[in-house]
């Protein structure tokens, strides 16, 4: 069975950082593209980062280049987001995924909370 489980979400004020974590198992990690998504109140879910096996082919929405960085650990099947510079607009549910063909993210975790306050 699948598992993907994220956490180190919290509050943090503007300008603040956080590394959300999300753990893998029940898959063989490294032939899987990671990706970080993320749910704002009342708004749909969208691609923030992804990353390869080998952490190359990173991706980035534009809204958050320069200020976030997706790395994986694959000897502990873990896939880090690390951000920095946090704006209000960044609120939101954060959920890490996994693509085992293309960008076909066909696994997902749970979630985990960020708050930044003004």
């Known amino acids: 069975q699948v598992q993907l489980v994220e956490s180190g979400g919290g509050l943090v004020q503007a300008g603040g950082s956080l590394r959300l974590s999300c753990v893998a198992s029940?898959?063989?990690?490294?032939?899987?593209?990671m990706g970080w998504f993320r749910q704002a109140p009342g708004k749909e879910r969208e691609f923030v980062a992804s990353n390869r096996w080998s952490g190359g082919n990173q991706y980035y929405a534009d809204s958050v280049k320069g200020r976030f960085t997706i790395s994986r650990d694959n000897t502990k099947n873990t896939v880090y987001l690390q951000m920095n510079s946090l704006k209000p607009e960044d609120t939101a549910v954060y959920y890490c995924?996994?693509?085992?063909?293309?960008?076909?993210?066909?696994?997902w975790g749970q979630g985990t909370p960020v708050t930044v306050s003004s």
């Open positions: 029940g898959l063989t990690f490294i032939s899987y593209r």
């Open positions: 995924a996994a693509a085992e063909t293309g960008y076909n993210y066909i696994y």
